[in-house]
Structure formats: C-alpha cells, structure tokens
C-alpha cells in the first residue's frame, strides 16, 4: 500500500516536465524547447546529485526507527539537515562558473544556449528549498508518513503546472515564465512540510542540537557513494543530451522528449523503490538491533534467517508489482505512444525524429524497472558502496557502446543507454544474489 500512493505522487514530478514541452514546444521555433531541454538539464544534474541527501536520509533514519530508537532518528535529521543547508549555500555560491562550465561543454546554437541561460540563472534560485526539502522527503519516507510525501507532491506540481500555462500562454513570459512557476512551486512545497512538521521540529530541536562527528562521518560516507553513484548516471544522461546538441537541434529536441517520457516512467518505478527504501530499512534496522542482543549462536542464527527471509519477501513482492508496472509502459508506448508525443510537440520534424526512436523507449520500459528497484532495496540496507561500483561498471559499459555504435548516430546512443539500464540491473541483482548466499 505504500507504494501506489508514491506512484500517483511521483508521476506528478515528471509529469511537470512534460507540461513544460508541452507548453513550449508548441511555440513558433525548435530552440525554445531546445534551450528548456538544455537549461533544465543542467538544473537537474545539480539536484539529482543532492538526491543523495534524500537516499541516505531515508536509509540512515528507516534503520533507526526499526531499531525503535526515535532520538537516533532525529539526531540523523538534524545532521541530513545541516549538510543541506551548506551544500544549498556553496552551489549559490558557485552559480555562475557552474553555468560556463557546463554550457560551455553542452554547445547546441546560439539561440538554444541563450534561452538554456535564461531558464537556469531564474531556476538556480530553487537551490535551497530543493535540497531542504530532500531532507524531509527522506524522513518523511523513512517514517512511511506516505500521505504528506503525496500532497506535497501534488500540490508542489499543481501550483507549476498552472503558474507554467498562467506565465507562458497568458502572460506570454516564454521559457522564464517556466523558470519563475518551478522556483514559486519549489519554496510552496517546502513551506508545506515544514508547516506539517511544526511542532516535532519545536519538540526535538533543544535535544538535538549538539552536533556529533560520527554521525557526519558516516552520513558523509553514505552521501559520498550515492553522490558517486548518481554522478555517473547524470553524465550518462548528460551526454544523451550533449550528443543530441551536436547532431542539431532538432535531434536535441527530440532526445528531450524521449528523455522526459523515460523520466516520467522513472518516476513511477519509484514508488515500489521508496516503499522498498522504507520496508527494507526497518526490517534491518531490527535485524540489527536483534544482533545486538545476546543469543545463544542457533537462536541469532535461526533468527537472522527470518529477518532475511522478511526482507526478500519485501524485495520479491516490489519487484513483481515493479516488471507489472514497468511493461505495462511498454504497452502503453506500443499502442498510444504516437498520441502522447504529438501531445508534447506540434513541430513537423521533431515529431518524426521521436517517432523513430520510440521503439528504444518501449525496450527500456521491459528491462529498466530492476536497477530502479534495486536501487530502493540498496538504500534501505545502506549499502552504497556496492551501489557506486555497480553503477561505475555500467556506466563504463555506456561510454564502451558509444564508442562501438558511433557511427549508427541516434540509434547508436539509444542502444548504448538500453545497455546501460540492462547491466544496472543486473549488476545490482547479481550482489543482492551472492550476499544472501553469504548470509
């Protein structure tokens, strides 16, 4: 049950995004939606990177409450919060050479590059509320207070999307129209959770201020792995985006539609993933906590086994309802896929480069839905290192294919990203294999 109400609230995020090429790429010129597509790139690699704060907010603070140890808890928010809150502070801070750097690197035409500018120096303002907002998500999550986690999302989007057509068609305010309605929703939906969250704030903050260096240490530890992890698969997003940029910007255009229908199915296959973050976490926070009493070796042994045996059940129940939800997309890009992308683009061009490649999305909806999975499960278990390595091979084997496809153009970028989400999987799966067998 925790899952479908992250589901319904999830898709909401990316279905913001789908507004936003909606409503631009049915103006007159491709590079509006060119220069969205590019600016909102950047904007996202930015925050997707502090997902991490979320990942190991959840994990760190599931754990402690299945050890029922509630203060442990708020202490691990109380630190999440901090880093937050500095690391908000040092991207202001380096704002303008992160935007040379990396539009520098991205290219695309004068025209794309002017509006990708515009979109990030307004939406670079979300900074602090994004990552703050990270933060509680991940309490929220790790506490399975599902309800807020939902209204939040639906209302943080919901404002967007109407700011987005109010700025865009009625005030005729073009890409920073779109800018100024994400910044707007952004500080809403953070204003909300705090709100939710008032009084708990008020009666843990006096006992839970004093800061402790082990517990920095190993959040550090967590954030560092999933920071590594997420960093790689930005680039290798990234680059689906940068190369789009150098084939011209009609194939820019299109790479972002497609991008944006696989960000929406992400979204979705999310919410198995955080119920897993969720369910896992709390079943090995009282595996833990069991291992710290004393047993008799045959009793922690026979008990250890249940408490794995609970956890596989969660991993094993997720993950059908995820290939369920997963190729149930696929079927949907199969048979309507054509209306949801004339949906989004009116542009003659574009919509016959995207119709091209939508069979490479219909593949990547049967084969993606278990890295995202897994993904939850390794949180849940904190166990980001193997996330890192596993996702560093995968994304080795991306730029492999690359590299052996480039002369196949779009199709061969396309490939090596559907490879790339296949070997996600099953890297993580063959670890989750080899340390039950370990168990």
Known sequence: MLAFPMIFSNITTPLLGLVDT??????????????????????????WLAGSLRMSTTGVIAQALGE???????????????LAVGASLLIMLLQWPIQQIAFSLIGGSEQVQTYGRQYFEIRIFSTPAAL???????????????????????????????????????????VKGVAIASVIADYCGLILLVTVLRNELKQHIQNHLSW???????????????????????????????????????????????????????YA??????????????????????????????????????????????????????????????????????IWVELLTNLPDVLTVVNQ?????????????????????????????QMRNTMALSGGLFFVFVGLSYQWGNHGLWFAFSAFMLFRGITLAWDYWRMNINK
């Open 132 to 174: 703050i907002n990270l933060v509680f998500l991940g309490y929220f999550i790790a506490s399975q207070r599902i309800k807020w986690v939902v209204a939040q999302l639906v209302i943080i989007n919901s404002i967007n999307i109407i700011l987005d057509l109010w700025f865009v068609i009625g005030l005729n305010w073009g």
């Open 22 to 47: 909606a409503v631009i790429g049915h103006l007159e010129h491709v590079y509006y939606l060119g220069g969205i597509a590019v600016g909102s790139m950047v904007i996202t690699l930015i925050f």
């Open 269 to 338: 296959l999310d919410g198995f993933a955080y119920a897993a973050e969720s369910l896992v976490g709390q079943a090995y926070g009282q595996l833990t906590k069991k291992q710290a009493q004393p047993h008799q070796p045959q009793q922690q042994e026979t008990s250890n086994k249940s408490q794995w045996s609970t956890i596989n059940q969660i991993v094993i129940l997720a993950g059908c309802w995820s290939a369920f939800i997963g190729f149930s997309f696929a079927l949907g890009l199969l048979f309507w896929g054509n």
């Open 68 to 82: 029922l140890n509630t203060d442990k808890a708020w202490d691990y928010f109380w630190h999440s919060l901090a």
């Open 357 to 385: 490649y939508l069979p490479w999305m219909i593949g990547i909806c049967t084969i993606a839905w278990l890295s995202f999975l897994l993904d939850g499960v390794y949180i849940g278990l904190t166990r980001s290192k």
């Open 212 to 266: 402790r260096w082990q517990l920095f240490k190993r959040l550090f530890s967590l954030n560092k792995d999933v920071f590594i992890r997420s960093s790689i698969l930005q680039i290798c997003l990234a680059y689906m985006t940068v190369r789009g940029a150098g084939l011209g910007d009609i194939f820019l255009a299109a790479n972002a539609i497609l991008l944006n229908l696989f960000i929406f199915i992400s």
